[in-house]
C-alpha cells in the first residue's frame, strides 16, 4: 500500500480505535472503583446521542472553529502517515489543539474561558516536547518521515529512552488524565463545570469527542514512531502506557497549572534535552 | 436508532431538601448500585444533561436558578422530581419560604416519591425519565 492509503485509512479507523480506546478506559476505571462500569460502545452511543440533540449556539464561531479542530486533529494523522515532514506534523498538530482554545475562548462563559487559558498552557508545556521528540527522532534515524523512520534500522526507543520518558509525561496531558487534565473536566471530576467544553452541547461536544479520538490514534503512532522496528511492539507498548495511564488517573488529584508547566517543562529540558546532548557527546 | 436510551446524561440540582435525598442520589453511583453500567452520566452542567434530576423543593430563592438550569438544557430534555419534597413540598411544604413542589416552577414528568427516596426507585424514575425522553424525541424529530 502507498503511503496515501494510510493516509485515508487513518481518517476512518482512528474514530473507532479512538472511541474503542475511549470504551476500554471506562471499563478499566469502573473496575479499578469496583464497578462494573458501561459497555464497551459507550463513547460510540454518547457520540450517537449528542449528534442527535439540540445544540444550541452560543456564537456564529463556535461550531466553525471546532470543525477546524476535527479536521486538523484528521489532517495532523494523514500527514503523518502519508509521509510529510515529521517536524511539520508537530506544528500542524498544535495548530489542531489552537483550534479547541479559541472556540472555547469566544464564548462568555467564565468557565469555558478559564479552561481555554488552561488549554493555552498545557499547550505551552507540551509543544516544545514534541517538536524536541521529532527533531530527535529524525536526527537518530536519518529520515523525516514515518516510513523513513519505520524503515530504519536504528531503534529510536534504544537511543532515546529519555524522550520516551518525558513522551510519557506529556501523553497524560494530551490524553487528559488526572493529574494534568486541567484544562477539561471530564466526568467524574466537576472541577470548572466542564472547563473548555462548558458551553458546547449537542454536536459541538461530539466534535471534541471525535477530535480526541483522533488525538488518541496520533499518540499512538507517535510510539509506533519511538518503537520503530515492528508496528505490533509499538502498539504493544501504546497499550501498556495507556494502561498506566488509566492507573495514574485514577489514583492522583489534579494538579495546579503551575505543577503541569514545570514538570513537563522539567521532563522535556532534563530526559528528552539530557538524552539528545548525551548522543550528541558520545558521538563525537 | 435513538441513543438517547443508552446514554442519558444527568444534572442534578438540590433545591431545599434536607440531604437525605441527595444521598440517595449520589448512592447510586456507588459500586452498589452503579448507574454507569447503563450509560448513565452525572455531569454537573445543564448544557451537557438530558434529564434534571431534583431533589427538594422550591423555595423564594432557588425559583430562579431551578428556571435558568432548566432553560439551559438543550432539547429533548426531561424533570425527574426526586424524594416528597420535591414531587409537593414534603414535611417542608408549611414553611413560610416554602413554595411547594418543583412542578410550581417547571414542568415535571416524573415523580419519585419517598422520604428519602431509595435508590431503586431513583434509578427507576430515570428509567422513566428515558421513556418520556423519547417520547419527546420522537414529537421533536
Ligand atoms: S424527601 Fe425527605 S429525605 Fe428527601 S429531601 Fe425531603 S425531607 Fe429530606
Redesign the interface.
Known sequence: MTPAVYGVLFVFLAPVFGGLLAGVDRRVSARMQGRIGPPLLQPFYDLGKLLQKQARQVNPVVEPLLLGHVFFMAVSGVLLLSGTDLIFIAFVFALAALFLVLAAGSVNSPYSFAGAERELVVLLASEPFFILMMAAICKVTGASTYAGVLASPQLVAVQLPGVLLAFLLVATIKLRKSPFDISTSHHPHQELVSGLTTDMSGRMLAYVELAHWYESALLCAFMVLLFNWSVPLGLLAFAIAYALEVLVDNSTSRAKWQLVLRSTWAATLVFSGGNVLALFLLSR | ????S??PWILHYDGSSCNGCDIEVLAC???LY?V????V?????P??A?ILLVTGSVNERNIEIVENLYRQM???KVVVAVGACACSGGIFARAYNIQGGIDKVIPVDVYVPGCAARPESIIDGVVQGIAALEAK?KKT?
Not at chain 2, 436508532?1 to 438517547?4: L, N, Q, V
Open positions: 436508532m435513538s441513543f438517547f443508552r446514554s453511583l456507588t459500586p452503579d454507569e453500567r447503563f450509560g452520566l452525572n455531569t454537573g452542567n448544557k451537557h438530558d438543550p432539547d429533548p424525541r424529530a
